[in-house]
């Protein structure tokens, strides 16, 4: 997948749960809170499989940026999580 199409689908899913699976093989989960052309910024929820930490919570900051070029998958993590 470009980098391109990686953008444009973290737009898609921007206020959404997604997991996003990276070269590394690590798996991030948690809520998209906003996109740039060179990052994607996620809040980890640890009712996902995130990390859950506390300075994340609600309304507070916005999460850690994951580079898009390091990204090799993203779906929605209602998809995984029923």
Not at 9 to 28: K, L
Not at 44 to 57: E, L, R, S
């Amino acid at each position: 997948m470009s980098r391109f199409d990686l953008y444009n689908q973290c737009c898609r899913y921007h206020g959404q749960r997604v997991r996003i699976t990276c070269r590394g093989g690590r798996v991030y989960t948690g809520e998209i809170t906003r996109v740039s052309r060179n990052k994607v910024w996620i809040r980890p929820d640890a009712g996902f499989g995130g990390y859950g930490y506390g300075f994340f919570g609600e309304g507070f900051g916005a999460g850690f940026g994951i580079a898009l070029g390091a990204i090799t998958g993203i779906a929605l993590a209602s998809v995984f999580f029923w």
